[in-house]
């Protein structure tokens, strides 16, 4: 094969290669909900709570890319899993939609609602639900509409057949809002296995090292499209963390998701949209740890 013929070859093969990243970046990744499967194991998880699951999906950005179709596929998926628990990280809406209609409210409703958990269904709010007063107003009325219970600066005991527990604490976000690490933690005990939720990633920073055992995040996306010197999103709130896990302080993990939704671009390039199911385990303290 001639020299002129074999760089034509390879020129022809990258175009492809090109051609097939670009068409899944725009018209695949988008749609397809992968699923991270996490282990949470530490002497701080009651035995009583071996087992449980907990789904946490983040960033829905509904309203400009995500649709009903989308979310059709997306609550399919997460049902499919059966998880026992389901945490939301905040941002219901597209910061881009300028209005929402009542049908959007009636999908979402009824959507979120569909969502099943025995042992409880909780949200935190994003920057994107702080918007203004009238979309605040709206996202807590379909989380609550729908079976979610909203943590703002709180935290709820989660049980499983049983008088002990895990503790998830939901922060408020910390671009929009107003954390209140005092009120957040007001009744966490020290020994409990402590989630903390919070929309920004940033915000790991600032929780008790002590108390914290796992810290969930979202908003970044992941970078949405994602190559190794940069990424397409890079919101505020992110500029120490921007995807993946971290060890904080050598006490605790932030885990990062890359959410579910889509904003400014319709595009996800090694950044898959995702959900990520947890799973407890108890571990015994045996002799010699």
Do not use: C
Request: aromatic residues 10%; proline residues 3%; hydrophobic residues 40%.
């Amino acid at each position: 094969m001639k020299i002129i013929q074999k760089v034509l070859l390879v020129f022809a093969i990258l175009i492809s290669i090109i051609s097939l990243l670009a068409y899944d970046a725009f018209y695949s990744a988008p749609f397809r909900f992968t699923i991270r499967y996490e282990t949470l194991s530490s002497i701080y998880i009651p035995e009583q709570m071996n087992d449980v699951s907990l789904l946490y999906f983040s960033d829905l950005d509904y309203g400009t890319y995500m649709d009903q179709n989308r979310l059709n596929r997306l609550i399919n998926r997460m049902n499919g899993l059966s998880p026992d628990v389901v945490i939301f990280g905040g941002d219901l809406f597209d910061v881009a939609v300028t209005s929402i209609s009542n049908t959007d409210i009636e999908v979402l409703t009824k959507k979120l609602k569909e969502i099943k958990a025995p042992l409880g269904k909780f949200a935190i709010l994003g920057d994107f639900d702080y918007k203004d007063t009238a979309r605040l107003d709206v996202v807590k009325k379909i989380l609550y509409d729908s079976d979610f219970e909203l943590l703002v600066n709180q935290s709820i005991t989660i049980r499983n057949d049983g008088s002990q527990g895990i503790s998830v604490v939901g922060l408020d976000s910390q671009l929009k809002g107003h954390i209140n690490i005092n009120s957040a933690f007001s009744n966490v005990p020290r020994t409990a296995f402590a989630i903390v939720v919070g929309h920004e990633p940033n915000g790991a920073k600032i929780v008790p090292n002590d108390i914290t055992k796992y810290y969930l995040a979202g908003h970044t996306h992941g970078g949405q499209a994602y190559w190794l010197f940069g990424a397409l999103y890079l919101p505020e709130g992110s500029e120490d963390f921007l995807r993946g896990k971290h060890e904080i302080n050598g006490s605790f993990t932030l885990d990062i998701s890359n959410g579910v939704g889509t904003t400014d671009t319709d595009v996800r390039f090694l950044s898959n949209a995702e959900i990520v199911l947890y799973r407890l385990e108890h571990h015994a303290i045996t002799e010699g740890n």
